[in-house]
């Protein structure tokens, strides 16, 4: 959909003919046979349809958006929208690409909600399958469980018919050797300057400077009609230990939806979201009259009181991690807000598909 169509229709709530094909990204077809009433309800809505995503899901706030307007399923449109950036393999830190756990093997973590059927379905730890959200979304749909990890979650993708693949890429992988051998001088590993060769010799950009990422997408968004859903999906924490498991699989601290009030979503540290029950907060804090900018920062404030550990703060006394939050209320308001300044979320509503700058607790020196 082109920028003036998406304006006309999100200002006239007239809906145009869209060719907005989500081509093989859409497998689920057996699901949209309820299409024709959820289309009818998205032009009679009179709310206002937006989508937000973390600053790394222009495209895919861009593709939700134009399934919104097509008349397609909340939930479809925003896993259609990160299956982009999951595809991705120079985003690192989800699905295709992704950065490795510490064995140098790419675990997935995903889950999905869907507001009008209060459905939920998650999978942690999931290798060898580059759309994690797609497995969850089949969790959600043809289980009676939510949450599928491990050796069980890829039984279960392996008998949806998902295609099993390598996801480690060349460059994830060199990133990984050059991690696994400046970790320690007391192991068998050597850094070219330890063997006198000079020069890493993997194909290693000069740029990556090494750092561990948390990374991820999130997305959530409301239709015309009110309805809400959300996803978050990622390669997680890079060269994390083998089975670990961040926010973003779990429901209620990296995505949560409340079709009566709004979504909210989570990037950043993982461990931090978990304990405070981070999107599940910024929900509650919506559904008590704050609008999700405020929301987002008031659940900052409480990681923030609850980061007491020594190694998790700078000189001042303040996390030395970020987390952000992206939220969306029914209304169709939208904020996003991290602990320190310098971040973006992505937006796509009445006025186009951009970025915009969070709102944060502590600016950033240097
Ligand atoms: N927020 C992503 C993770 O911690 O895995």
């Known amino acids: 959909m082109t920028e003036k169509t998406r304006r006309e229709f999100l200002k006239t709530g007239a809906l145009v003919g869209l060719g907005a094909a989500a081509g093989d990204l859409i497998p689920e ?29 222009l495209a895919a706030v861009e593709r939700a958006m134009d399934l919104l ?109 050059k991690w696994r051998a400046t970790l320690s001088e007391q192991d068998d590993y050597l850094t070219p300057e330890q063997s006198h060769e000079g020069v890493w010799d993997l194909g290693l950009e000069d740029s990556w400077d090494g750092a561990r990422r948390y990374g991820t997408i999130n997305c959530c968004a409301v239709n015309g009609a009110g309805d809400i859903s959300g996803v978050t999906t990622t390669s997680g924490l890079s060269f994390k230990v083998p089975g670990r498991v961040g926010d973003s699989p779990i429901i209620g601290a990296g995505l949560y939806v409340d079709d009566d009030v709004g979504a909210a979503g989570s990037t950043g540290r993982g461990e931090a979201v978990i304990k405070s029950c981070g999107s599940m907060l910024v929900v509650e804090l919506m559904r008590g009259g704050m609008s999700p ?23 001042d006394g303040r996390p030395n ?37 969070s709102a944060y607790l502590f600016e950033r020196r240097g």
């Open 321 to 357: 991690f970020n987390v952000n939050f992206y939220a969306v209320n029914k209304s169709g308001d939208h904020g996003g807000a991290a602990i320190w300044s310098g971040r973006q979320y992505s937006v796509a509503d009445a006025d186009g598909v951009r970025h915009e700058d």
């Open 29 to 57: 077809k057996a699901w949209a046979s309820g299409r024709s009433e959820r289309e009818s309800r998205a032009r009679s809505g009179a709310g206002r349809p937006t989508v937000v995503a973390s600053q790394n899901g």
């Open 69 to 177: 307007l097509a008349g397609e399923d909340t939930l479809e449109a925003v896993v259609s929208g990160v299956n982009i950036v999951e595809a991705d393999p120079e985003d690192m830190s989800v699905g295709y690409g992704g950065l490795p756990n510490a064995e140098g093997v790419v675990q997935l973590d995903s889950s999905a909600m869907h507001g009008p059927t209060r459905g939920a379905g998650a999978v942690g730890a999931l290798e060898g399958f580059k759309h994690p959200s797609r497995v969850a979304l089949a969790v959600m749909r043809y289980t009676d469980h939510v949450f599928l990890v491990g050796a069980g979650a890829r039984q279960f993708a392996l008998e949806m018919g998902f295609k099993e693949e390598n996801l480690l890429t060349e460059k994830a992988r060199a990133r990984w050797i």
């Open 293 to 315: 900018k405020d929301a987002s920062l008031e659940a900052l404030r409480r990681i923030v009181h609850f980061t007491v550990e020594k190694r998790l703060l700078n000189d």
